[in-house]
């Protein structure tokens, strides 16, 4: 039986019908609910600056209704969209003068998902100075099928090459409050013209303010009419506690985001998606018992995200105003992050003034409450915190919940650990001070400062760095490298070390510097000699030789890098003499096996020359422990004073004493030659160049003939004598400049005449005769110290 005529009709067609690549009524559809999402979303959130409405804006927080597609307002007609109104359907393609750019563009339709060889659909897209409208064609009367309206929070993406390599296309993406428009042509002058056309008109409107702007300007013009304020706040919902989620943001942010192109690294979206994503973190907190790792993940996206800042801090005054349950642990739980980004994050001065009024307001409805302590507590903070290197760590946080302070532990090297106790605000000059004080320092002329030191590594703590930060850092360290770090107290800058009573801790502050320089290989001086500073180093810990006394490590005493050089000085000696047969051999057995029998061959090979190379150490090591142990046999009856004080005798003999020295590569001017390895030394009287493993500088400048310094990049530091540059490659560009700053700083405030002397030489430091005789056969002669550089190493 044949189907009526109607029938037949409604079985073969379907309300939006594909004919010759266009889709026409599922077209029409899409750009009338965007349209509608469009003025409705608008109209929900924003207004425009000029409307100066009335006291009371009266809004709800944003629910969500039944169908789960549309929001809420009790007196939405209080709010005036940006939306300009035009006929949905209605529009017609003429010669309007309001058009700014139009053209044929390709645009990925919504929702679709096609194989890539299928194009995008090709569109008659006009720029006016209300939006960005598009058409089936170009021809008079043509249907309008999607409006995206332009307002200042919209932004726009500019064409990337790598759509262009994948695609064919250069992209143009235009982001509006719901809706993207990814738009596609072949040349790039077009698309770089429709960018800078939306891009303009964006720019030419006028800033939108969210309903928790406007209030808080209400409420900053009203301060001092409480009736006029309580009237606000009962008036406006969005300004007190809810328990619904959060919708939209309480503060403007614009529609997508300038990193949509790159997906990000820690996964996120668009900031106005974080904003509300992290309203629900917030909303979490209330049941968590222990809220530490959830208040770090939100201080660590506020830290990653810095616009959210603001938004955050809103979103917690919100919720602290007339919560259901005022002073128990789901309202503290709000106190308590907002006393970790009190101490975090510096917030723009309009919120600044929202949130010294809430702190205001909360203090005299609830004096005497944990509310009004916690509220104490982040007026204060606010009042100290500035840039933070990275947010708190949980014991920070742990400290922060309960307004206490930390406990930072310095180790002093001959000393015994000092425990201070600092704030997230505390500075490194802070406890170097408070360590200066307590250790009787403060009539010293050399300046001391905070350390991070590790096993092998060390390097001074800026003045203004934040302990807290320090701290995280460090503890960061020991993870990812596995190796234990602490923060010392030392010399940072030598002054005067001749004039140190011997019988002070600032004797044995520098006493342990200096055998850390002498362990770590600094000071060149013969396998004797070091044997004799190790032997003394025994003597100033253990007194006299007893088997029973515990015996350091050799690397605690001695350089064992003098070891290493020792063992390696014969193997190179074969490595340059010339041996063809062998190698003639070896040639022929690797062109044999195959490649993998070869290569483990070589790696057996080399894991037993390593087997060997460990196994002599190990016999250098205890000969050498052995000469250390009969030197320290021949100080019996020497007082631990005594001891230290000719160790520092012995030490003061080398030129560089007192300076910090640091690795450099030095470029010099000869064309050809490559960039040679020096020290840099750093003193309070000049600046010296050595050759590693030389006693005697190569030159060295005083700080008179020094016309100026900097640094050109972050690896390269310019030292200027007279005419000259000199140019030094290092990783320690800043704490070379820092150090020569505070140099520069002393002389210019200690009034000491200077004479004149030729440039390139310093006087020498006479160093006073320490008075102690040393045992027979722990004597050096005294020109162990005296090496001629070669005049030839350092281009004039």
Avoid at 143 to 153: A, W
Wanted: net charge negative; charged share 20%; hydrophobic share 35%.
């Amino acid at each position: 039986m044949p189907f009526p005529g109607g029938l037949w009709w409604l079985l073969c067609c379907r309300q939006g019908f594909t004919l010759l690549r266009r889709d026409y009524a599922e077209a029409d559809k899409e750009a009338g609910g965007e349209a509608e999402d469009e003025d409705e979303e608008e109209s929900f959130e924003l207004r425009s600056k000029a409307d100066q409405g009335s006291l009371e804006v009266n809004l709800t927080q944003p629910v969500r209704t039944s169908t789960g597609s549309e929001r809420s307002l009790l007196a939405s007609d209080e709010m005036c969209s940006l939306i300009v109104e035009k006929g949905q359907g209605q529009g017609q393609v003429e010669e309007d003068p309001d058009a700014i750019v139009k053209g044929w563009l390709q645009r990925e339709v919504r929702g679709s998902v096609k194989p890539s060889w299928i194009r995008p659909r090709k569109y008659w897209f006009v720029l006016t100075q209300d939006s960005l409208d598009y058409y089936s064609s170009n021809e008079k009367g043509a249907r309008r099928l999607g409006m995206l309206v332009l307002t200042s929070l919209c932004s726009v993406l500019w064409p990337d090459k790598q759509t262009y390599k994948e695609t064919g296309y250069w992209s143009v993406v235009v982001f509006g409050r719901k809706h993207c428009y990814r738009l596609y042509t072949e040349h790039l002058n077009e698309a770089v013209h429709w960018v800078c056309a939306v891009q303009k008109v964006i720019d030419s409107k006028a800033p939108v303010q969210t309903p928790t702007q406007l209030l808080m300007r209400d409420i900053e013009e009203n301060y001092e009419s409480p009736e006029i304020l309580e009237q606000i706040y009962r008036c406006n919902p969005i300004l007190r506690y809810t328990s619904s989620p959060l919708y939209a943001p309480l503060l403007p942010f614009p529609y997508g985001s300038v990193d949509q192109s790159a997906p990000s690294a820690h996964g996120y979206t668009t900031l106005r998606d974080e904003a509300v994503k992290l309203f629900n973190s917030l909303q979490q907190l209330e049941a968590e018992r222990d809220p530490g790792p959830l208040i770090q993940g939100i201080l660590q996206t506020c830290w990653d995200l810095r616009p959210l800042v603001d938004e955050i801090y809103c979103q917690l005054v919100k919720q602290t105003t007339e919560p259901p349950a005022p002073g128990e642990q789901g309202d503290l739980r709000y106190w308590q992050l907002l006393t970790c980004m009190s101490c975090t994050f510096l917030s723009s001065l309009p919120v600044l003034r929202f949130l010294h009024f809430h702190l205001d307001r909360t203090e005299s409805r609830f004096p005497d409450s944990e509310m009004a302590k916690y509220g104490s507590f982040i007026r204060e903070a606010l009042g100290k915190t500035q840039g933070r290197e990275c947010v708190p760590s949980l014991n920070e946080i742990a400290a922060l919940i309960q307004r206490q302070e930390m406990v930072c532990t310095v180790h002093c090297p001959g000393a015994a650990s000092y425990s201070v106790a600092i704030s997230s605000h505390t500075t490194a000059e802070e406890v170097a001070q408070e360590l200066v004080s307590r250790l009787d320092l403060s009539q010293s002329p050399n300046i001391f400062a905070l350390y991070e030191q590790s096993r092998h590594y060390e390097q001074p703590v800026g003045r203004a760095m934040l302990v807290a930060d320090v701290l995280t850092s460090l503890a960061v360290e020991e993870t990812m490298r596995d190796s234990s770090w602490r923060l010392c107290f030392k010399h940072y800058g030598f002054l005067d070390t001749e004039n140190v009573p011997r019988d002070s801790v600032e004797f044995t502050l520098l006493f342990e510097q200096a055998h850390e320089m002498v362990i770590r290989g600094y000071v060149p001086t013969s396998e004797e000699m070091l044997q004799t500073l190790a032997a003394l180093r025994l003597q100033s810990l253990n007194s006299d030789f007893s088997t029973h006394a515990p015996f350091p490590r050799l690397e605690e005493l001695f350089p064992t890098s003098v070891l290493h050089a020792r063992l390696q000085a014969p193997q190179q000696a074969p490595a340059s003499t010339k041996c063809p047969g062998p190698r003639f051999r070896a040639g022929l057995l690797a062109g044999a096996l195959p490649g993998g029998l070869w290569g483990h061959s070589l790696a057996k090979q080399q894991a037993e020359q390593d087997q060997k190379l460990r196994g002599r150490l190990r016999e250098e090591g205890a000969s050498m422990m052995a000469a250390i142990v009969e030197k320290w046999k021949l100080l019996q009856g020497m007082g631990r004073p005594e001891a230290m004080a000719a160790y520092m005798a012995l030490v003061r003999e080398w030129p560089a004493f007192g300076s910090t020295l640091f690795d450099v590569a030095f470029h010099a001017s000869l064309v050809g030659t490559g960039p040679q390895r020096l020290w840099l030394g750093i003193g309070a009287k000049a600046v010296s160049l050595y050759k590693p493993g030389e006693a005697e500088p190569m030159d060295s400048f005083c700080y008179g003939h020094i016309s100026s310094f900097g640094v050109p990049d972050s690896s390269t530091f310019r030292l200027s004598i007279g005419d000259r540059d000199l140019l030094f490659e290092t990783s320690q560009v800043d704490e070379i400049a820092q150090l020569l700053n505070m140099y520069l700083t002393s002389l210019g405030t200690r009034q000491t005449p200077r004479l004149e002397e030729p440039a390139g030489h310093c006087s020498p430091v006479d160093v006073p005769d320490s008075g102690l005789p040393l045992p027979q056969g722990l004597c050096f002669a005294p020109d162990l110290w005296s090496h001629q550089p070669d005049a030839s190493s350092f281009p004039s």
